[in-house]
């Protein structure tokens, strides 16, 4: 296929009297090609009709039904309809009449002024924490007029881990914008969808202190805030490749290092400076900050346990060990896990992210236990069987290594046959068993009666 331009040259080197081949050579095409303009003139010829295309209602049908897969039209063209197309065929004609494509609409434009939007959204991301594999939420706040970006990761997002993030957003900003665009996720949105939803009580006070207020696009128009849209992919590819990462704090600590040294101070093309630049002209029109910013927490409520534990999404947090058994409250920041008696703050401690059934124990909470120690030596029915014959001390010996613990039960037991019995026929029992090996202390004593059986029974 050649251009117009090409054609109309060819028409006016053949009116200069100029040869199909010198054409051809000079213009580097084919001599047919030069014949066929000469032929038909500036208009190209009419492309040549399908011998397939009678078919193509049917085709129109079977698309819908096989949602777009080309090669089961092809089979149930020949299955159901006994209509033979070769695939290359069968795939001009689609293509030719448009179908199996959305066709692309006119796209607008969003313009800005300094300090009238802000755009917020959350995007998974796989990264490599302390050497494991772990799906996290990206988070990002961006200025619609500069593009200035805040990015931040949390191992989920629910409402507290949005207000933690939108506080150090704001923060960051040193200032917020007069609204801002998110998407129509229940975290912030209570119901409805779009612009008129209503906001959840909560994320509605929030946006007051920090004179902002949360406004959803329409659903299935995520162009309403590509300012924070575009950011996901860069930040996949650029801050995370090549990064390694020990805990949430030091990813935290490096997203904001990218934000600062990387991502802002970058020229952009449709700005034509940076985002750092932009702020500049940006930051005058910001709203104020409050004079002091309200902690964000979660509170709950957890009574002591019997080991001096509270407990806290599945991992464990000392407290005194004098207040088992109390009602504590329990307030959950970002970084940290306070406990209060009443208005009292009881401790602190660092709060546990990464890990699952954890303990964690503040020094000076739980003080030893003194139990009464366990005894040492043997026991006091050894000490009064043994000394006196050796095989009685051999067979006391063997006895206990046979029996569970130090073997006291059974000491006592041959204690109170020696004390019941007559010395000598106690001794011939012991010596017998140790010769064939018998601490069935059942067949001692039948041993020992059978020994005395003469002395103090009339058997006659």
Known sequence: MITPACRQII????????GIRKIARTLKVSRN??????TNGSTPAAAKESQYGKHLPVIKELLRE???????????????????????????????????KTKKKRAGEYVFAPGEEMQHDTSPHNIILSGNKVKAQCAALVL????????????????FECRVFLAKAFAFMDGTAE????????????????????ITSEMEHFGRIYQTTFEPHWLNDPNRKARVERPFHYIENNFIPGRTFRDWQDLNNQAVDWCNNVSNPKHKRSLRMSPDAAYIIEKPSLRLLPPVSPPVYKSFYRVVDIQGYI???????????????EKLEVQKHW??????????KVTEHKRIMDKRDTRTTLPGHHPPLYRKASHQGPAKEELLLTGANKELDLYVQNLKKRSRGRG???LRRLLNLQRSYPAEPFMAGVSKALQYGLYDLARLENIILDNIAGDFFDLS
């Open 66 to 100: 096989c949602r777009g897969n080309t090669v089961r039209v092809q089979e149930e063209l020949a299955a159901r309809h006994d209509i033979i197309i070769p695939y290359q065929s069968l795939t001009w004609v689609i293509r030719k009449e448009g179908l199996g």
């Open 11 to 18: 028409l006016e080197m053949a009116e200069k009297d100029v």
């Open 33 to 38: 090609t030069v014949r066929d303009v000469l």
């Open 311 to 325: 407990h806290l999404e599945t991992n464990r947090y000392s407290v005194p060990h004098k207040l088992v058994g």
């Open 335 to 344: 970084d940290k896990v306070l406990i209060y008696d009443k208005h009292s």
């Open 179 to 198: 609204k801002c665009i998110i998407d129509n996720t229940h975290v912030i949105v209570a119901d409805g969808v779009g612009p008129d939803a209503i």
């Open 144 to 159: 619609a007029y500069s593009r200035r970006i805040y990015v931040q990761y949390y191992p989920c997002f629910t409402r």
């Open 408 to 410: 006291v039960l059974n």
